[in-house]
């Protein structure tokens, strides 16, 4: 065992067993490279990477090539997923560098940690004109030895250029309506109108930008948008990359036609589709989009969540091929025709090959399918499939399943809080709202930590009920403040909210810059080579916009200019990236349109017990205002001071019946009672 025996990573875990002598990131490993003048080669990745695996055993678990490393270097590990500031200095470097990024990261580092040579993933023999992985390690410890002052030479003008990076958004205005009609036409531009989606292979889900073709149509009318939003839903929800059994998404599509997933599936990704497809049956009506947020729901309730009450990271890629031994990338997932009749027989066999794809030539590798709904495929009883996937999903449970990375991201859980509460709200599943509400129960019993003497936190990461060392990002920060804005909405209990404006405080304290800029790390975060700072939206909402759309909702529900404002000027860098790169500032497109609507807040007011109330709160919640913030409770007087709420202050019954208030921009509509004229306040604002 080597130095990770002792840490709580599940991905670093993995390679306690290695003969590299691997240190976790710490200043000891540092110290040892200075002590020793050896260059520390930094290895990052994540525990359901398929290539991270695929060099592990390549080379990190061969015993020549981890003696010349332990030899030559200070050999440092790190799991992107505990440590994203670390992930995004580096990765940073790497795309600067060599114009392209991923995972494995491998970056070589001086003893101050700057950077002076780069990569990605390295094979054991050259390959596709990459040279093997000793062939690295040889080249750079020939340069450390022969060239010390060309190394430090370069690593110097790397950080200095990352330096000269700095972002100066926060002096930028706040996004109009103009700038949001050239993100449409940015994205029309991208738009895959054959297959959905933007752009070619790799195709990625675009949950961020589709949140934001929603909101759009519901802010302009515009059914260009609606139409890109559906028509890619529903080519996802059809594809491979959609589990057709179990429900929930892998990772991305290898292919332009959503057939063959890259098999892992992540938890950020499964709770923002979740939320678009709730969303998009709440804007159309469509039984797809219902029953795909359902399966995605109940997929991450039965597979990732723990035994504490919150969601595990990641299912791997990998799983044992049961007739080779072998762990292989969707083992666990591709069939057959042969194997659908070994489960189903003959008739339900062939029924199921031609409603799932399932071919003789096959979809993915060796002859195996990857299961589909393609558009022609053959109408049969909705009653017998519905058998058919009980009967294949219970076959497949006998299979050896992917590996499971347990640690609870608080970033992701805030995702799946809200995602969860909405749907069980929505779809009338209180079972949802409550295993949401168990989630948001761990973050504040495991990862707030408010210790006398030192500045409160939020940690990053927990296992087993134990929070982990690592600090809390502004991703977090922001994505937690969202899930506890979108429960408090939901179950009406104050709380929640009360909690996001201690996570928002910190925000704004702790990583907000005077220009108004945001930044990943806090002020009293450790040291990098460069403080992160990085606002494109990719696999999940950045920081930056992720804060600024939970800045906006806060204040929203309380009134507070600070927040409002601090929203606002965080917006600034969608004015400057929306209409030119719209595909990677999806969430903070999704908040300029809730500025530009209001948002709306709404008010209900009724006794707890009476059905009214009830369907007043559903009508709320089911309004397309982009971003609306709802408050429920029980009347409050004047004379009752601000409660919880305080957008329930002085809202009274009418006719002594529940009673819904909705405002915007200092407005207030007329208080109504019915939930038909409630919608018709909360949809889409036309021109």
């Known amino acids: 065992m080597n130095r990770l025996a002792g840490v709580t990573s599940p991905y670093l875990l993995q390679h306690a067993d290695n003969p590299v002598d691997w240190w976790p990131w710490e200043p000891e490993a540092f110290e040892e490279a200075r002590r020793r003048n050896v260059p520390v080669l930094l290895s990052v990745g994540y525990s359901a990477c398929h290539w991270c695996h695929v060099m592990a055993h390549e080379s990190f678990e061969d015993e020549l090539t981890a003696a010349y490393m332990n030899e030559h270097f200070v050999n440092i590990k790190v799991d992107r997923e505990e440590r994203p500031d670390v992930d995004a200095v580096y990765m940073e470097a790497v795309q600067a560098a060599t114009g392209q990024g991923g995972w494995p990261m491998t970056v070589f580092l001086t003893a101050d940690a700057e950077p002076f040579y780069f990569g990605t993933y390295f094979p054991p023999e050259p390959r596709h004109g990459m040279p093997s992985f000793m062939q690295v390690l040889e080249g750079v410890r020939a340069a450390w030895v022969g060239r010390p002052e060309e190394v430090a030479e370069v690593a110097q003008k790397i950080v200095r250029d990352l330096a000269g990076r700095q972002l100066d958004y926060g002096k930028a205005g706040t996004p109009g309506p103009e700038e949001l009609a050239q993100a449409l036409l940015g994205l029309t531009r991208e738009y895959d109108a054959v297959r959905g989606g933007f752009g070619g292979a790799p195709k990625f889900p675009p949950s961020m930008a589709l949140e934001f073709l929603l909101r759009h149509h519901a802010r302009t009318g515009s059914e260009g948008a609606l139409q890109m939003a559906a028509d890619t839903c529903e080519a996802m929800a059809r594809g491979g990359i959609y589990d057709q059994l179990g429900g929930g998404f892998a990772r991305y599509s290898v292919d332009r036609e959503w057939v063959v997933p890259h098999f892992e599936k992540m938890l950020y990704d499964n709770a923002l589709l979740c939320r678009v497809y709730a969303h998009l049956w709440r804007s159309t009506g469509s039984e797809l989009a219902r029953r795909v947020a359902l399966e995605t729901a109940d997929f991450m309730v039965r597979e990732l969540r723990t035994a504490q009450g919150g969601f595990a990271s990641a299912l791997d890629a990998d799983s044992e091929d049961p007739l080779t031994g072998e762990h292989v990338e969707g083992a666990y997932y591709a069939w057959t025709p042969a194997q659908l009749r070994e489960v189903l027989g003959e008739d339900d066999g062939a029924l199921a090959a031609g409603y799932f794809g399932v071919t003789e030539e096959g979809t993915f590798e060796h002859g195996t399918s990857v299961l589909q709904l393609p558009q022609d495929g053959p109408a049969v009883d909705a009653e017998r499939i519905a058998g058919i996937r009980a009967r294949l999903l219970a076959a497949r449970a006998e299979r050896p399943a992917p590996g499971r990375d347990d640690k609870i991201v608080a970033a992701w859980n805030g995702l799946a809080v809200a995602a969860l509460a909405e749907c069980g709200a929505y779809f009338e599943r209180p079972d949802l709202v409550e295993r949401a509400t168990e989630a948001a129960d761990l973050l504040v019993r495991v990862h707030f930590d408010a210790a006398a003497g030192r500045a409160p936190r939020l940690s990053r990461t927990s296992k087993d009920g134990q929070a982990g060392a690592n600090a809390g990002v502004l991703e977090d920060y922001g994505d937690v403040a969202e899930g506890f804005l979108a429960l408090a909405s939901v179950t009406g209990e104050g709380v929640w909210l009360e909690f996001a404006g201690f996570l928002l405080d910190l925000v704004l304290d702790r990583f907000t810059a005077e220009d108004g800029s945001l930044y990943d790390t806090a002020h009293d975060a450790e040291k990098l080579i460069r403080r992160p700072q990085d606002p494109t939206d990719t696999a999940a909402p950045s920081g930056w916009t992720a804060a600024a759309g939970a800045l906006l909702s806060y204040a929203a529900h309380t009134g ?93 019954l009418v006719r002594d019946l529940p009673t819904a208030y909705v405002c915007r921009h200092f407005v207030c509509a007329r208080p109504t009672t019915d939930p038909v004229e409630l919608a018709e306040q909360l949809g889409a604002v036309r021109p």
């Open 560 to 652: 507070s200019e600070a927040h409002r404002t601090a929203a606002e000027r965080a917006l600034g860098v969608v004015q400057a990236l929306g209409p030119r790169v719209p595909r990677f500032i999806g969430h903070g497109l999704s908040v300029a349109e809730a500025l530009l609507d209001g948002p709306r807040e709404v008010a209900v007011v009724g006794h707890p017990e009476d059905p009214a109330r009830a369907a007043l709160h559903r009508a709320a919640l089911l309004g397309t205002a982009p971003g609306a913030v709802v408050a429920v409770g029980l009347p409050q007087p004047a004379e009752d001071g601000e409660g919880e709420f305080p957008l329930l202050a002085e809202r009274t």
